[in-house]
């Protein structure tokens, strides 16, 4: 009897006939424990149990990642701030960019003019990453935490553009006050041209576009790699027009001047060596970090840092290797086609698993036009939006891109109007589920409730948490 009784109950399981536990509220979050109610033997749910989260397999877990993100965060605040505090100095020396009837002024104010987006785009990331703090769900924290990869490698590549610039107008103000034979507008054509050249790759990182954002960090040694002959080509132009002046020992004080007064040690890369030292140059890892030659080019710190946001998917080793490039200086710059050694990229956490969770796009996946998933039903944004999904946490950030047949399967299949008649339509489910549980607590849901519902149903749908932002048309 207690057999056909066990039997019967099993039957009911697997046939999706069985009553839905109601979920429970536990310290503000939702234990849902319906799952079986009406997953099948072989259902994504049951297919996916062996897989590992985040925080296992030896990758970071969330809180990790988070103060990694952080801390990332923290270091392009202090560029851009610093900056920030130059700028207005450099533009009111009257003896340097502020004099000569000002037409240097477009120039500092360009440097100004990009401080409201870094800063705008640091203070976003850090309300992201706040956000994801307040999640229970371990993957929905971790798929929110790379919501902010784009904007991490749009401000870490934005911050360095702009220590450069600064850079170049320091050596400009150094040069008006030094180096009269150099010539005003012979300068102002140098400032321009190195506008001209950091202006397309600002303008692509302020956009935000991950596509862009993406393709401009990973090209910025090459950039780089031109603004440092830029500023040794002004630089040593400078020296030799004073020489011609007949200043010579002021030649050789200004070159030590420039020295000081710029940040070129911290931002741009070294002069290349003489080329019998560059044959075969390549990166080691070393206690104190990774290491050319006997010179450390990052810190092990800042590698660990790199790291996490790496195996966690919140930015691609390729951006972390255009970085390390960029510090190593021309000689390494010069060989930004190349792969970095195998120990550097384990050491920065670059493995084919990791590379596989940036394939999303088209030239990652190669699917022709992947479709963008909605996981937040786009037709009830009003219903989303007085739960709190407002701002940086709008519907509009929570987005996955699937295959089309899985697209399609999970509405219902190609025709939605026919798939709304499906209960377990996503669109269907997710609210009914959400406006059940409200209806059980007998208040609304709070926007990290909605959350952890939903990412019980990603899981058992088999939707990745991997989001990528959507632009509402």
Known sequence: MREGVLALCAVLIVSGCASVEAPERHSGSHVLRQRAAFAPTDSPERRRAPDTRLRRGGQPSAP???????EVLGEVKDTVDGVARTLPRLAANTKGLGGSDGIFTRYTDYGSIQVPWLRGATARVTSLADASETIEDEDMRAGILRLTGPRIEAVMSGAMLLATWLDFLRLAEVIQQECPFYGVERLFV????????????MTSLASMDSDKVQATATAMPELMGQLSREFQTIQEDARVAMERGGRVVAAAQFLEMVTLVSALKATLP?????APVTLGVGFVMGSGGVMLGSRIVVTAEWVERMRRLVQAGVISAPVVGAAVRIHAGQVLMAQAKQDLPKGVREALGDSPEVRAMHETGRAGAGMSSAPKHHVLPQEHREWFEKRGFTGEMSIDQFCVRLEQSHHEAIHGGGDWRLGRLWPR????LIMSELRKAETRFGQTLTRNEVLDIVAQYMNIYDIPVRFVPSRRR
């Open 425 to 428: 339509e996503w669109n269907q």
């Open 64 to 70: 990790l990642t988070h103060q990694a993100v952080i």
């Open 270 to 274: 070294r002069p290349p060596p003489a």
């Open 190 to 201: 140098d400032l321009d041209r190195v506008r001209k050249r950091i202006e397309p790759a």
